[in-house]
C-alpha cells in the first residue's frame, strides 16, 4: 500500500490547486508541492531495499481473466526516474509560482501538472504492460492539456495537436506491440515478460513486436523521423518545457527502451534500427540546435539531439553503452531543466527569447548569467561538469562498435561530430545572450527575478557541478541500481573518475571542444549556407496534411453519409442477411426436435396487441400522438411478456423505461416541425415492404430455430451460485452488481458521459417554440391544471417511499438500483410536468444532477476498489449476516453501495435530460454560463 502511495499521492495533488487557490498564490503552491514532497520521502524510505538490488512490488487482482492487475513494481530503474519526476517536478512547482502572470488560472495549471506527474509516475511504476500503456496514454492527454494552456494562441493549440497526434499514433503501436508480447509470453506481468527475453526474440513476431514497440517509444520520445513535434511543444509555458524536457513526456520512450532492454535488446535488428534511428537523431538535432534564434528552440532541439546520444548507447547494445546511457539520463535532466528555467527568467525579465536582441546579459543578471552559463557548460560537456563524464564514457563505446566490419569507424566519426555541433549551439547560447554587446530594442530594461525564482536553478546546477567533480561520491550507487534493473545481470566493471588518462576518448572531446567553437565562430557562413536551403515549416506541412485528411474524411462521409435513414438501415440489415442468409438455405434442417408449447387465450391476445400496435403505429405515423401511444402499447405488451416468462426484474425494468421514453418523446414531439414530411411514393412504398418481409422472415426463421432447439444455457451456474457467492436470492440483480458488475460499472459510466454530452448539446441548442398544435389549436391557458399538481405533489412521497423500498429488496426480491432509480426520476419528472420548471427550480436549486452522476459512478468504482483493502479481486462483493435488536437476522451487503451508486447515476442522467429538455421551453432554459 506505501508503493500505492506513490500515484495516489499526485492523484489528490490534482484536486489539491482546485481548492487551495482560493487562499492565494504562494500558499496555492505550497500546497500542490506537498504532494510531490510526501512522495519522495515514500520514495527515500524505499530506498535501502533498492540499494540492495530488490524488486519491491504491490500488486491488487483487477480482472484476473484477462491478467489484468493493479501492479506497482519498484526496481532501481523506477526508482531513479521516480525521483526524477518528483524532484524536478517540485521544483517545477516552486518556479511556476513565480513564472506564471497573475492573468493565468494557477489552479488549473498545477492541476494540469500534477495530472502530468501522476501519468508518468504511472508509467515508471506500472508492473503491468497494459496498466502501462493506460498511463503512457494519460501522458499524451495531460501534454495536450499543458502545451495549450495558453489556448488564446494559435502556435499552442497547433503544437498540442501535433503532439497528441503523433504521440497517439504512437501509442497504439505501443498497445499492438504489448499485446503480441502479452500472447507470446503467456501474461502481461512485466516480471515474466522481463525473464523471457530468448523465447521473445527466438518467436516468430519477434520483428513485428520489435517495430511496434520501438514506434512508440520513438513517437515519444522525439526520435528522427518524429521529432517535429518536440520543438513545436515550446508553445507551453517554460515549467512545462523545463519538465517535459528534462523529467516526463520525451523521457518516457527512453524508459521504455530501457525498461524492454532485457527482453527486446541482443539482436542484429535491434541494433540496427535503434542505434540508426538514435544516430540520425543526434545529428539532425544538433544541426538544427544551430540556427534557432528561439533560446526554447535552441533548448528543444538540443534535447532531441541528447535523446538520440542516448537511443543511439542503448542501439550500441553493450552492457557499458547501456550504463552510459542510464548516465546521461540523470545528467541530461539536471542540465536540461536548469537550462529551461534560466530561458524563462530571461524571457520573464526581458520579455522576449530572440537571440539577436538578447546581448549583453552578463552586465543586468550576473546571478542568472553564471548559472545559465554553467549549465550550458555542462550540456557542451566541458571537464568537472556532468556531462563531461556521460559523454567521454559515449565516445568511449562508439570505439568498442565492430559490427559495422569495415565502416565501424563511421560511429565514433559522427559522435565526435555531434559534439561539435553540442559545443557550438552551447557557446552560442552564452555568447550572444550575456555576451556579444547591449541588447537591442527590449521594452523592459532586463533585471534579476525574485529571490525564489532562481532556487530551483541554484540546486540544479550545483548539482551538475558536484557529479563532474565528486562522480563516485554522488551518483555512482544511484548508477549502479538503475543499470543493474536496465541489463538484469551483474553489472560490469567502470571507472567515473575524472581522468582517464590520455585515450581516444579524451581526444574526441578536445577535437569536439576546439571544433565547437571553431564552427561557432564561423557562424555567419553557417548562418549563410543554411539560408540557401528551401525553408521547411514542420507545423505547417502538418497542417497542410491534416487538412488534406480531413478533406478527405468529409468527402467519404458525405459519399456514405446522404442523411438517410433508410439506406443506413438497408446496409445493416443487408449485412446481417449476408451473414446469416446461407446457413437458414437449409429448411429441412431448420427445425429442431423440441416440442412447442400450446398456444393459450393470453399469449395470442399478447400476440394480437403487439401486432396491432406495431402496425397502427406505421399507419397512423403522421398523427404523433397517436402513433406514440401505440408505440407504447408495444411497450407495454413486452414488459408482459416479461413477467408471464418470469423475469419480473426486466418486466419492472421495461414498464419504468417505457413511461421515461414517452416523456422524452412527448417532449422531443412538441419541438419537431408542424407538418410531417409526404409519404413515400408507391414505389418505395413497395421496395419497402419487400425488404421489411425478407429480413421479417429471416428474423422469424432465426427465432423458430432457436425456440425449436434445446437451450444450453449458462442461467444455471447463476441460479446456484447467486445465493452463496453473491449473498442474494434474485439471481439478476446479484448478477448486475457482482458476476457481471464491471460490465455495470462501464454502463452506467457510459450513461453518465452520454447524459453530460446531450446536456451540454442543449447549452447551445435554440429551438422554435410552435405556438399551436399541428391543427392549429392554440395550447391551453392553464399549464399546469390544479387537480395534476395536488395529485402529483400527493404521490411523490408514496413514490419515492416505492423506490426505496424497491431498492432495499432488489438484493433478493425483484428490484435494484436501476428500477428504483427510474422510479424516482418519474416521479421527479411528473412534478416538472404538473408544477413547471418555474415552480419546482427553487425548491430544487440545491439538487445538481451532474453531481449525482459524478458521485454515483465514483461510489461504484470506491466500492470495487474497496475490494483491494482484502487483497480481493476488484468488484468482489461480500455480505454478512448481522441480528439487530427488535429486527432479528438482517443482511448486510457490500453490493448495495454498488447498487447505491447505479442507483444515483441513473437518477441524475435521467433527470439531467429530461428536465433541462423539457426547460427549452421556458424562461429557466439552460444557459451556458449557468453551469460553467
Given at each position: 500500500?506505501?508503493?500505492?502511495?506513490?500515484?495516489?499521492l499526485?492523484?489528490?495533488g490534482?484536486?489539491?490547486?482546485l481548492?487551495?487557490?482560493q487562499?492565494?498564490?504562494?500558499r496555492?503552491?505550497?500546497?500542490?508541492?506537498?504532494?510531490?514532497a510526501?512522495?519522495?520521502?515514500?520514495?527515500?524510505l524505499?530506498?535501502?531495499?533498492i540499494?540492495?538490488?530488490?524488486?519491491?512490488?504491490s500488486?491488487?487482482?483487477?480482472?484476473?481473466?484477462?491478467?489484468l492487475?493493479w501492479h506497482v513494481?519498484?526496481?532501481g530503474?523506477?526508482?531513479?526516474?521516480?525521483?526524477?519526476?518528483l524532484?524536478i517536478?517540485?521544483?517545477?512547482?516552486?518556479?511556476?509560482r513565480?513564472?506564471?502572470?497573475e492573468k493565468?488560472?494557477?489552479?488549473?495549471?498545477?492541476?494540469?501538472?500534477?495530472l502530468?506527474?501522476?501519468?508518468?509516475?504511472?508509467?515508471?511504476?506500472?508492473?503491468?504492460?497494459?496498466?502501462?500503456?493506460?498511463?503512457?496514454?494519460?501522458?499524451?492527454?495531460?501534454?495536450?492539456?499543458l502545451?495549450?494552456?495558453?489556448?488564446?494562441k494559435?502556435e499552442?493549440?497547433?503544437?498540442?495537436?501535433?503532439?497528441?497526434?503523433?504521440?497517439?499514433?504512437?501509442?497504439?503501436?505501443?498497445?499492438?506491440?504489448?499485446?503480441?508480447?502479452?500472447?507470446?509470453?503467456?501474461?502481461?506481468?512485466?516480471?515474466?515478460?522481463?525473464?523471457?527475453?530468448?523465447?521473445?526474440?527466438?518467436?516468430?513476431?519477434?520483428?513485428?513486436?520489435?517495430?511496434?514497440?520501438?514506434?512508440?517509444?520513438?513517437?515519444?520520445?522525439?526520435?528522427?523521423?518524429f521529432?517535429?513535434?518536440?520543438?513545436?511543444?515550446?508553445a507551453?509555458?517554460?515549467?512545462?518545457?523545463a519538465?517535459?524536457?528534462?523529467a516526463?513526456?520525451?523521457?518516457?520512450?527512453?524508459?521504455?527502451?530501457?525498461?524492454?532492454?532485457?527482453?527486446?535488446?541482443?539482436?542484429?535488428?535491434?541494433?540496427?534500427i535503434?542505434?540508426?534511428?538514435?544516430?540520425?537523431?543526434?545529428?539532425?538535432?544538433?544541426?538544427?540546435?544551430?540556427?534557432?534564434?528561439?533560446?526554447?528552440?535552441?533548448?528543444?532541439?538540443?534535447?532531441v539531439?541528447h535523446l538520440?546520444?542516448?537511443?543511439?548507447?542503448?542501439?550500441?547494445?553493450?552492457?557499458?553503452?547501456?550504463?552510459?546511457?542510464?548516465f546521461?539520463?540523470?545528467?541530461h535532466?539536471?542540465f536540461?531543466?536548469?537550462?529551461?528555467?534560466?530561458a524563462?527568467?530571461?524571457?520573464?525579465?526581458?520579455?522576449?527569447?530572440?537571440?539577436?536582441?538578447?546581448?549583453?546579459?552578463?552586465?543586468?543578471?550576473?546571478h542568472?548569467?553564471?548559472?545559465?552559463?554553467v549549465a550550458?557548460?555542462a550540456?557542451?560537456?566541458?571537464?568537472?561538469?556532468?556531462?563531461?563524464?556521460?559523454?567521454?564514457?559515449?565516445?568511449?563505446?562508439?570505439?568498442q562498435?565492430?559490427?559495422?566490419?569495415?565502416?565501424?569507424?563511421?560511429?565514433?566519426a559522427?559522435?565526435?561530430?555531434?559534439?561539435?555541433?553540442?559545443?557550438?549551439?552551447s557557446?552560442?547560447?552564452?555568447?550572444?545572450v550575456?555576451?556579444n554587446?547591449?541588447?537591442?530594442?527590449?521594452?523592459?530594461t532586463?533585471?534579476?527575478?525574485p529571490?525564489?525564482?532562481?532556487?530551483?536553478?541554484?540546486i540544479?546546477v550545483?548539482?551538475?557541478l558536484?557529479v563532474?567533480?565528486?562522480?563516485s561520491?554522488?551518483v555512482?550507487?544511484?548508477?549502479r541500481?538503475?543499470?543493474?534493473?536496465?541489463?538484469?545481470?551483474?553489472?560490469p566493471?567502470?571507472?567515473?573518475?575524472?581522468?582517464?588518462g590520455f585515450?581516444?576518448?579524451?581526444?574526441?572531446?578536445?577535437?569536439a571542444?576546439?571544433?565547437?567553437?571553431?564552427?561557432?565562430?564561423?557562424?555567419?557562413?553557417?548562418?549563410l549556407?543554411?539560408?540557401r536551403?528551401e525553408?521547411?515549416?514542420?507545423?505547417?506541412?502538418?497542417?497542410?496534411?491534416?487538412?488534406?485528411?480531413?478533406?478527405?474524411?468529409?468527402?467519404?462521409?458525405?459519399k456514405?453519409?446522404?442523411?438517410?435513414?433508410?439506406?443506413y438501415?438497408?446496409?445493416?440489415?443487408?449485412?446481417?442477411?449476408?451473414?446469416a442468409?446461407?446457413?437458414?438455405?437449409?429448411l429441412?434442417?431448420?427445425?429442431?426436435?423440441?416440442?412447442?408449447?400450446?398456444?393459450?387465450?393470453v399469449?395470442?391476445?399478447?400476440?394480437?396487441?403487439?401486432?396491432?400496435?406495431?402496425?397502427?403505429?406505421?399507419?397512423?405515423h403522421?398523427?404523433?400522438?397517436?402513433s406514440?401511444?401505440?408505440?407504447?402499447?408495444?411497450?407495454?405488451?413486452?414488459?408482459?411478456?416479461?413477467?408471464?416468462?418470469?423475469?419480473?426484474d426486466?418486466?419492472?425494468?421495461?414498464?419504468a423505461?417505457?413511461?421515461?421514453?414517452?416523456?422524452?418523446?412527448?417532449?422531443?414531439l412538441?419541438?419537431?416541425?408542424?407538418?410531417?414530411?409526404?409519404d413515400?411514393?408507391?414505389s418505395?412504398?413497395?421496395?419497402?415492404?419487400?425488404?421489411?418481409?425478407?429480413?421479417?422472415?429471416?428474423?422469424?426463421?432465426?427465432?423458430?430455430?432457436?425456440m425449436?432447439?434445446?437451450?444450453?444455457?449458462?442461467?444455471?451456474?447463476?441460479l446456484?451460485?447467486?445465493?452463496?457467492g453473491?449473498?442474494g436470492?434474485?439471481?439478476?440483480?446479484?448478477?448486475?452488481v457482482?458476476?457481471?458488475?464491471f460490465?455495470?460499472?462501464?454502463?452506467?459510466?457510459?450513461l453518465?458521459?452520454?447524459?453530460?454530452g446531450?446536456?451540454?448539446?442543449l447549452?447551445?441548442?435554440?429551438?422554435?417554440?410552435?405556438?399551436?398544435?399541428?391543427?392549429?389549436?392554440?395550447?391551453?391557458?392553464?399549464?399546469?391544471?390544479?387537480?395534476?399538481?395536488?395529485?402529483?405533489?400527493s404521490?411523490?412521497?408514496?413514490?419515492?417511499?416505492?423506490?426505496?423500498?424497491?431498492?432495499?429488496?432488489?438484493?433478493?426480491?425483484?428490484?435494484?438500483?436501476?428500477?428504483a432509480g427510474?422510479?424516482?426520476?418519474?416521479?421527479?419528472?411528473?412534478?416538472?410536468?404538473?408544477?413547471?420548471?418555474?415552480?419546482?427550480?427553487?425548491?430544487?436549486?440545491?439538487?445538481?444532477?451532474?453531481?449525482?452522476?459524478?458521485?454515483?459512478?465514483?461510489?461504484?468504482?470506491?466500492?470495487?476498489?474497496?475490494?483491494?483493502?482484502?487483497?480481493?479481486?476488484?468488484l468482489t462483493?461480500?455480505?454478512?449476516?448481522?441480528?439487530?435488536?427488535?429486527?432479528g437476522k438482517?443482511?448486510?451487503?457490500?453490493?448495495?453501495?454498488?447498487?447505491?451508486?447505479?442507483?444515483?447515476?441513473?437518477?441524475?442522467?435521467?433527470?439531467?435530460i429530461?428536465?433541462?429538455?423539457?426547460?427549452?421551453?421556458?424562461v429557466?432554459?439552460?444557459?451556458?454560463?449557468?453551469?460553467?
Amino acid at each position: 500500500m506505501l508503493l500505492s502511495a506513490l500515484l495516489i499521492l499526485p492523484l489528490l495533488g490534482v484536486l489539491v490547486p482546485l481548492w487551495a487557490h482560493q487562499y492565494g498564490r504562494t500558499r496555492c503552491a505550497w500546497a500542490t508541492a506537498a504532494a510531490p514532497a510526501l512522495a519522495l520521502l515514500i520514495l527515500f524510505l524505499n530506498l535501502p531495499g533498492i540499494a540492495d538490488g530488490q524488486v519491491l512490488a504491490s500488486r491488487a487482482t483487477w480482472i484476473p481473466a484477462l491478467g489484468l492487475e493493479w501492479h506497482v513494481r519498484l526496481d532501481g530503474l523506477a526508482w531513479l526516474f521516480a525521483l526524477l519526476i518528483l524532484g524536478i517536478g517540485l521544483l517545477v512547482i516552486l518556479y511556476a509560482r513565480y513564472y506564471l502572470s497573475e492573468k493565468d488560472s494557477m489552479a488549473r495549471f498545477y492541476s494540469y501538472l500534477m495530472l502530468f506527474m501522476l501519468a508518468m509516475l504511472g508509467v515508471v511504476l506500472s508492473g503491468n504492460l497494459i496498466q502501462l500503456w493506460m498511463f503512457w496514454e494519460l501522458t499524451s492527454i495531460s501534454s495536450f492539456l499543458l502545451i495549450s494552456f495558453w489556448w488564446h494562441k494559435s502556435e499552442a493549440r497547433r503544437g498540442a495537436r501535433m503532439a497528441l497526434t503523433i504521440t497517439g499514433a504512437g501509442g497504439l503501436f505501443l498497445l499492438a506491440g504489448f499485446l503480441m508480447l502479452g500472447q507470446v509470453v503467456g501474461s502481461y506481468d512485466l516480471d515474466q515478460v522481463l525473464a523471457q527475453g530468448d523465447l521473445i526474440r527466438e518467436h516468430a513476431w519477434y520483428p513485428a513486436i520489435l517495430i511496434c514497440v520501438l514506434l512508440g517509444a520513438f513517437t515519444k520520445s522525439a526520435q528522427f523521423p518524429f521529432h517535429f513535434w518536440l520543438p513545436h511543444a515550446m508553445a507551453a509555458p517554460t515549467p512545462v518545457s523545463a519538465y517535459l524536457h528534462s523529467a516526463t513526456m520525451v523521457k518516457a520512450g527512453i524508459f521504455l527502451l530501457a525498461r524492454m532492454y532485457p527482453a527486446l535488446a541482443g539482436t542484429e535488428l535491434w541494433f540496427v534500427i535503434v542505434s540508426s534511428v538514435g544516430m540520425a537523431t543526434l545529428l539532425v538535432g544538433g544541426y538544427f540546435a544551430l540556427y534557432k534564434h528561439d533560446l526554447k528552440g535552441l533548448l528543444a532541439y538540443s534535447t532531441v539531439s541528447h535523446l538520440g546520444l542516448i537511443t543511439l548507447l542503448l542501439g550500441l547494445d553493450t552492457q557499458l553503452a547501456a550504463i552510459a546511457a542510464v548516465f546521461h539520463i540523470i545528467n541530461h535532466a539536471t542540465f536540461k531543466a536548469s537550462l529551461f528555467m534560466a530561458a524563462g527568467i530571461i524571457d520573464h525579465e526581458c520579455g522576449t527569447r530572440d537571440m539577436r536582441y538578447l546581448n549583453g546579459l552578463w552586465r543586468y543578471m550576473p546571478h542568472t548569467a553564471a548559472l545559465a552559463m554553467v549549465a550550458a557548460a555542462a550540456m557542451a560537456g566541458v571537464p568537472l561538469l556532468n556531462g563531461f563524464l556521460s559523454k567521454e564514457m559515449f565516445f568511449a563505446e562508439t570505439l568498442q562498435q565492430e559490427l559495422l566490419g569495415g565502416l565501424s569507424w563511421l560511429i565514433p566519426a559522427l559522435a565526435t561530430l555531434a559534439g561539435v555541433f553540442s559545443v557550438a549551439y552551447s557557446a552560442r547560447f552564452i555568447h550572444d545572450v550575456f555576451f556579444n554587446g547591449e541588447p537591442i530594442g527590449l521594452d523592459r530594461t532586463p533585471h534579476e527575478p525574485p529571490r525564489y525564482m532562481k532556487i530551483p536553478v541554484e540546486i540544479l546546477v550545483a548539482l551538475c557541478l558536484l557529479v563532474g567533480i565528486l562522480p563516485s561520491f554522488t551518483v555512482d550507487g544511484l548508477l549502479r541500481m538503475a543499470s543493474g534493473a536496465v541489463l538484469a545481470t551483474e553489472l560490469p566493471t567502470y571507472n567515473l573518475s575524472i581522468w582517464h588518462g590520455f585515450n581516444f576518448p579524451l581526444l574526441m572531446s578536445v577535437i569536439a571542444l576546439i571544433g565547437g567553437i571553431t564552427l561557432y565562430s564561423q557562424r555567419k557562413r553557417l548562418f549563410l549556407f543554411h539560408s540557401r536551403f528551401e525553408r521547411f515549416d514542420a507545423s505547417e506541412t502538418f497542417e497542410r496534411q491534416m487538412q488534406k485528411f480531413l478533406a478527405w474524411a468529409v468527402s467519404l462521409q458525405a459519399k456514405v453519409d446522404n442523411q438517410s435513414f433508410q439506406r443506413y438501415l438497408f446496409a445493416l440489415l443487408s449485412l446481417a442477411l449476408l451473414m446469416a442468409a446461407t446457413p437458414l438455405l437449409d429448411l429441412y434442417h431448420l427445425e429442431g426436435g423440441r416440442e412447442l408449447h400450446p398456444l393459450d387465450g393470453v399469449s395470442l391476445m399478447g400476440f394480437v396487441l403487439l401486432a396491432v400496435g406495431s402496425v397502427a403505429t406505421v399507419i397512423w405515423h403522421q398523427q404523433r400522438l397517436v402513433s406514440l401511444l401505440m408505440l407504447s402499447v408495444v411497450g407495454l405488451v413486452v414488459s408482459v411478456a416479461f413477467a408471464r416468462f418470469s423475469a419480473p426484474d426486466l418486466a419492472l425494468t421495461q414498464l419504468a423505461v417505457e413511461v421515461v421514453t414517452v416523456i422524452l418523446l412527448m417532449l422531443a414531439l412538441f419541438f419537431l416541425p408542424q407538418k410531417s414530411h409526404p409519404d413515400s411514393s408507391p414505389s418505395r412504398l413497395v421496395r419497402d415492404l419487400g425488404l421489411a418481409a425478407v429480413f421479417g422472415g429471416i428474423i422469424g426463421s432465426i427465432s423458430y430455430a432457436l425456440m425449436t432447439r434445446p437451450l444450453d444455457s449458462i442461467s444455471h451456474f447463476f441460479l446456484e451460485n447467486s445465493k452463496s457467492g453473491g449473498g442474494g436470492t434474485n439471481a439478476v440483480n446479484v448478477i448486475l452488481v457482482d458476476f457481471r458488475g464491471f460490465d455495470t460499472l462501464g454502463e452506467i459510466t457510459v450513461l453518465g458521459i452520454a447524459a453530460l454530452g446531450i446536456y451540454k448539446l442543449l447549452l447551445r441548442l435554440r429551438l422554435y417554440m410552435p405556438a399551436s398544435d399541428g391543427e392549429g389549436r392554440a395550447w391551453a391557458v392553464e399549464r399546469h391544471p390544479r387537480m395534476l399538481a395536488t395529485l402529483s405533489q400527493s404521490l411523490l412521497p408514496l413514490a419515492l417511499l416505492v423506490s426505496v423500498y424497491i431498492f432495499l429488496r432488489g438484493h433478493n426480491l425483484p428490484g435494484g438500483g436501476f428500477i428504483a432509480g427510474l422510479v424516482t426520476a418519474v416521479a421527479m419528472i411528473l412534478q416538472y410536468v404538473a408544477h413547471g420548471v418555474d415552480w419546482l427550480q427553487p425548491r430544487l436549486q440545491h439538487l445538481k444532477y451532474q453531481r449525482m452522476i459524478a458521485w454515483g459512478v465514483l461510489i461504484s468504482t470506491m466500492t470495487g476498489m474497496a475490494s483491494w483493502l482484502f487483497d480481493r479481486p476488484f468488484l468482489t462483493s461480500w455480505f454478512d449476516y448481522l441480528h439487530w435488536p427488535l429486527v432479528g437476522k438482517f443482511e448486510i451487503a457490500s453490493a448495495i453501495a454498488f447498487d447505491l451508486g447505479v442507483y444515483l447515476t441513473v437518477v441524475g442522467a435521467t433527470l439531467l435530460i429530461l428536465a433541462n429538455l423539457g426547460k427549452m421551453t421556458t424562461v429557466a432554459r439552460p444557459q451556458r454560463q449557468a453551469e460553467e
